[in-house]
């Protein structure tokens, strides 16, 4: 059974400083790994998605990595901002053909002006 | 853009009373999920369609949740009666194909069960 993990829970950090988010996983047969953002009240925004044969994805600011043989993947944000504060959550595919995606519980980013 | 469309976003019942949800996925998507949030956690699935079909309802609690997606379309999400641990972020996501694809969700509704 896939168990997705995310520590820490909360982060604080000043404006303008790099910042990396951690996830783990228990199962490294995953099929991808999808990065959200999550502001206080609203639905989830899709940030990145990694497919099992990727090592990253790049967005702008953002930059994520899968190392499925450790069972981790980051989320790389440059040059913070007080816009990016909010929750990022990581999800995987869990076993199976279906499309349920295992959520970790998020680490709330706090960026200070 | 396209996007997920969900009503109402905010939903305040009494315990023991009925209440229902509203999805629109993005034009085209096969697959449409529900998802439910607790308040500081990750989501968890509650059901999964393929077009008309249900492919994982495994985590739905049948005694009092009921979903359908009746022209592989649009779904509704039911639960009838309210519980007071029912209060949530109900979110309604879709993709393309046949699941494990790329997940786009929407706004979610909030319901508070008194």
């Known amino acids: 059974k896939q168990e997705v993990t995310q520590i820490p829970a909360a982060l604080s950090v000043p404006e303008g400083e790099n910042l990396v988010l951690n996830c783990s996983f228990t199962d490294s047969a995953i099929y991808n790994l999808q990065w959200f953002r999550q502001d206080p009240g609203k639905g989830l925004t899709s940030l990145l998605l990694?497919?099992?044969?990727?090592r990253e994805q790049t967005s702008g600011r953002l930059n994520a990595s899968l190392d499925k043989s450790s069972g981790r993947s980051t989320l790389y944000i440059a040059a913070s901002q007080p816009g990016d504060s909010a929750t990022y959550l990581c999800a995987s595919h869990g076993s199976g053909n279906t499309g349920k995606l295992i959520f970790g519980q998020g680490t709330t980013l706090q960026v200070k002006p | 853009e396209a996007e997920v469309a969900q009503s109402p976003r905010y939903k305040i019942t009494e315990k023991s009373q009925a209440v229902a949800f509203w999805c629109d996925p993005i034009s085209g998507h096969a697959t449409l999920y529900w998802y439910r949030q607790i308040l500081g956690q990750g989501p968890e699935l509650l059901v999964q369609?393929?077009?008309?079909?249900?492919?994982?309802d495994s985590q739905l609690p049948k005694d009092r949740f009921s979903a359908e997606r009746l022209k592989g379309v649009d779904s509704t999400l039911k639960i009838q009666p309210a519980e007071l641990g029912d209060s949530a972020m109900y979110l309604c996501?879709?993709?393309?194909?046949?699941?494990?694809?790329?997940?786009?969700f929407g706004p979610g509704t909030r319901l508070t069960v008194t």
């Open positions: 369609f393929q077009d008309e079909s249900v492919v994982d």
């Open positions: 996501a879709s993709s393309t194909g046949t699941g494990r694809g790329e997940q786009y």
């Open positions: 990694i497919q099992s044969s990727q």
